[in-house]
């Protein structure tokens, strides 16, 4: 099965070095025509999230793909990063690759198990892929498999309980940091999917003036109008009200800072006495990490969130079994129907021989018997279709079930056809023989 993945994650790199990888949305699109300019890969997907980089591709050698994605990696950004990529990245090979993006659905990968963010994540992953035509039918299927086993996960397990997500923890952070966010002034960075789940679970937990700072002021006030009790602000406002507040949240898709150094300085020189929490759950990260060196003020990021909801989530880890079972029926489907892709054009060519013979035999039949209704030609052809349909099917079932159980056997009937049928099976055989025979590494 020549499906790859290829990336690095919070398991493998910090934010630092994930941020230098981090993909703009304005050039992903770009980034996947990109990807599918290299010669070894034949489909390609990209999953960006605050916690992992992944590209998911169809290659025709797993050594060229892999080694084509790496480079890819390397040299997209044009950025000198400094060190070597490769330390960071890890790489899964067939079958591996595909159960890594079912547990990635389901969020047993995640930062935070079972978080809520990760299916949407999934799906922006395969609308972009689409959008940018570099998929086809290897990884619609997969991403579509992917979606499925995350929704039923969330459906038939425990996993999503205990609602927690990075931008809840954000809140619970704050919350043990400042005692109670009742009454508390707040200001928060974006207005993206976490900016906005931020906002709501601030709101919930009693924060008294929430602030919604954009660079687009009117997506600042679309997203105050829609969550309600929340003021928006431009960022030329964003010294005031960092002198007001007691924590601040940034969660844009800014591939700079957007809170820098003198900003929070200024702020904090009109209120020396007290306190600001500052919690970026961006990557690339939105605070520049010498805010950290102004006294009073506490900086975490989006690697320092993990404990604060590691050991509320037992009942989330109770249910991994449950969710790794609908994960290995899931993939099982997935490998069975990879397989049996070997068999479609033997299948395809064996059905269109059969048909070109049985509509030329019906057509001279027909200028032998020209005084045949309507109603007697409909039933004649009915009775050729049936009679193909029988005849054909116990060949095509032989030749899937051997397709997805033993390669080898599925070659041999090819061979066999081609040669009873005259079925022109050459080129097929051929693409056959050559393709890799590995499922994983």
Not at 155 to 177: P, W, Y
Not at 385 to 396: A, P, Y
Not at 399 to 418: C, F, I, K, M
Request: proline share 3%.
């Amino acid at each position: 099965m020549p499906i790859v993945c290829v990336g690095l994650s919070h398991h493998t790199a910090p934010v630092e070095v994930r941020e230098s990888h981090a993909f703009p949305a304005s050039r992903m699109g770009e980034a996947l025509v990109a990807l599918r300019d290299y010669e070894a890969v034949r489909e390609a997907a990209m999953l960006q999230t605050c916690g992992r980089l992944e590209i998911y591709a169809e290659v025709d050698d797993f050594e060229a793909g892999v080694s084509q994605i790496t480079s890819f990696l390397s040299r997209f950004r044009h950025v000198d990063i400094g060190y070597d990529i490769e330390s960071f990245l890890y790489t899964k090979l067939g079958h591996l690759a595909v159960d890594h993006l079912f547990r990635v659905a389901t969020g047993l990968d995640s930062m935070l198990i079972g978080e809520a963010e990760i299916l949407g994540q999934v799906k922006d992953a395969y609308v972009q892929a689409q959008r940018a035509q570099s998929l086809g039918k290897s990884l619609h299927r997969l991403f579509r498999d992917a979606l499925n086993a995350g929704k039923t996960a969330r459906a038939q397990t425990r996993i999503g309980d205990q609602s927690s997500s990075i931008a809840t923890a954000a809140v619970e952070l704050a919350k043990s940091r400042l005692k109670t966010l009742d009454g508390a002034s707040v200001v928060v960075l974006g207005t993206g999917r976490m900016a906005r789940a931020a906002v709501r679970r601030l709101r919930q937990e009693g924060a008294r003036h929430v602030a919604i700072a954009s660079r687009t002021m009117s997506r600042a006030q679309d997203v105050a109008i829609e969550l309600g009790g929340a003021r928006p602000i431009d960022m030329s406002e964003i010294v005031d009200a960092l002198a007001e507040c007691d924590l601040v949240v940034t969660a844009t898709g800014s591939a700079e800072f957007v809170l820098e150094r003198d900003d929070v300085s200024a702020a904090m020189q009109r209120r020396p006495d007290r306190a600001m929490f500052v919690i970026d759950v961006a990557v690339p990260r939105d605070v520049d990490p010498a805010v950290a060196e102004i006294p009073n003020v506490a900086l975490v990021d989006i690697d320092g969130l993990k404990s604060v909801v590691d050991g509320k989530l037992v009942v989330r880890r109770d249910a991994i079994p449950d969710v790794e079972e609908i994960i290995g029926e899931v993939s099982e489907r997935f490998e069975r129907w990879y397989r049996s892709r070997d068999a479609l054009p033997i299948i395809a060519e064996l059905t269109r021989k059969a048909e070109t013979i049985r509509v030329a035999e019906l057509e001279r039949l027909f200028a032998r018997c020209p005084d045949l209704s309507e109603r007697e030609k409909l039933l004649v052809t009915g009775l050729t279709m049936t009679l193909v349909s029988k005849l054909l099917h116990s060949v095509i079932l032989k030749v899937r079930e051997r397709a997805t159980s033993d390669r080898a056997q599925a070659l041999s009937y090819a061979r066999v056809l081609d040669d009873l049928f005259e079925l022109d099976l050459a080129q097929h055989i051929a693409a056959l023989v050559a393709r890799p025979n590995v499922d994983s590494n």
